[in-house]
Every structure is written in structure tokens, then in C-alpha cells.
């Protein structure tokens, strides 16, 4: 009989465990929407044929703003040899990008960071990636404009960036979200 009840009470704290962990992902999830940008995997394939639209030289740094769990860093870093640096505000997709970076041996070449991306210095990025809602973008546009240095290639998934028309080099037509590339 205890043998029994031992059994039902780790599954009952087992499954306590599972609902508080799915309800603490989501409440970060929805402060991640709230703060500007859902988080939205892209898949493989689209981040090939991103990329490829972009020459890449080695050893540049490649900034993601709203990294989410850090798959389009770790795939420019392995494919592209660049450096990296993952912004996010949501704490469990920057330890997620963390572990997996790590597991993938590729912790040396790319940080994460928790912040704001409205907070982050923006002065040493030679590649900038966004896949962001049309507000927070607004505010990262005006960012750029005063700390980008010239040369730098942003790439917006997505959306366009207002006031960049004449940066605007190359559209990358595809469904469901085109992608923009500026050259500031």
C-alpha cells in the first residue's frame, strides 16, 4: 500500500511540476509579446536561403536582436565562421540558446545576453538580424541610426525598416514574411 501511494504522489508532484513549468514558459512568452515581439522559430531551410543572399567575411560579428533560443546564431556561426551575440528578454530561451549553443560546442564563438535590446551597444556589429514586430522596430531603426557604423548589413525578417528606403538593397520574396537587407 505504500509502495502504492509513493507512486501516486510522484506523479501528482511530477504533474505539478510539468503545470508550473508550462505556466511560468508562457507567462515569459506573453512579457516577450508584450515587450515588443512574440517569439517565432524560423525554420532550417528558410535560414538557408536567408543567408545566402549575404557575403559574409569570417570572423565579423553578427548581432541577433530577439534571439528567442538561438538557432540563427548558432547556424551564421557554424556555416558563416563569424562571432556572435543573442540578445533576449526572456530568460528561459536565453538559458535554452545557452544549453544548446553549449551542446553544439559552439559556446566560445557566441554570447547570449538578458537585456532589452533597446539596451544593448550596437557600435561593434558588422551583421545585425531582426525578426521583429513593426513597433519595436521603430525604436531599434532609431537605435541604429545613431550607433551603426557605416558598412554594416542589417537583415529584417519580416518587415521593413521605416525610413531605410534607400539603404534597402536586395528583397528576399517568400511566404509567409519577406526579408528586407539594408546596407547602412
Known amino acids: 500500500?505504500?509502495?502504492?501511494?509513493?507512486?501516486?504522489?510522484?506523479?501528482?508532484?511530477?504533474?505539478l511540476i510539468f503545470l508550473i513549468l508550462i505556466t511560468i514558459n508562457t507567462?515569459?512568452?506573453?512579457?516577450?509579446s508584450i515587450k515588443g515581439s512574440p517569439y517565432v522559430a524560423t525554420n532550417k531551410k528558410k535560414l538557408?536561403?536567408?543567408?545566402?543572399?549575404?557575403?559574409?567575411?569570417?570572423?565579423?560579428?553578427?548581432?541577433?536582436?530577439?534571439?528567442?533560443?538561438?538557432?540563427?546564431?548558432r547556424y551564421v556561426?557554424?556555416?558563416?565562421?563569424?562571432?556572435?551575440?543573442?540578445?533576449?528578454?526572456?530568460?528561459?530561451?536565453?538559458?535554452?540558446?545557452?544549453?544548446l549553443t553549449k551542446l553544439d560546442k559552439f559556446d566560445k564563438q557566441i554570447v547570449f545576453i538578458r537585456k532589452n535590446i533597446l539596451d544593448i551597444n550596437l557600435k561593434n556589429a558588422n551583421y545585425i538580424y531582426i525578426f521583429l514586430m513593426p513597433d519595436l522596430i521603430r525604436k531599434?531603426?532609431?537605435k541604429m541610426n545613431k550607433e551603426l557604423k557605416k558598412g554594416?548589413?542589417?537583415?529584417?525578417?519580416?518587415?521593413?525598416?521605416?525610413?531605410?528606403?534607400?539603404k534597402l538593397y536586395k528583397i528576399l520574396k517568400d511566404k509567409p514574411f519577406n526579408t528586407y537587407y539594408y546596407r547602412f
Open 1 to 15: 500500500m505504500n509502495y502504492l501511494l509513493i507512486v501516486y504522489l510522484l506523479l501528482v508532484f511530477s504533474l
Open 27 to 32: 507567462l515569459f512568452l506573453i512579457y516577450s
Open 152 to 166: 554594416v548589413i542589417v537583415i529584417s525578417h519580416g518587415f521593413k525598416l521605416d525610413g531605410w528606403e534607400k
Open 48 to 73: 538557408a536561403k536567408i543567408f545566402s543572399q549575404v557575403s559574409f567575411k569570417k570572423n565579423k560579428n553578427f548581432f541577433e536582436l530577439g534571439c528567442g533560443d538561438g538557432r540563427i546564431l
Open 77 to 99: 556561426v557554424k556555416k558563416y565562421q563569424l562571432k556572435g551575440l543573442g540578445v533576449d528578454i526572456n530568460p528561459l530561451l536565453i538559458l535554452w540558446a545557452r544549453i
Open 140 to 142: 531599434v531603426v532609431n
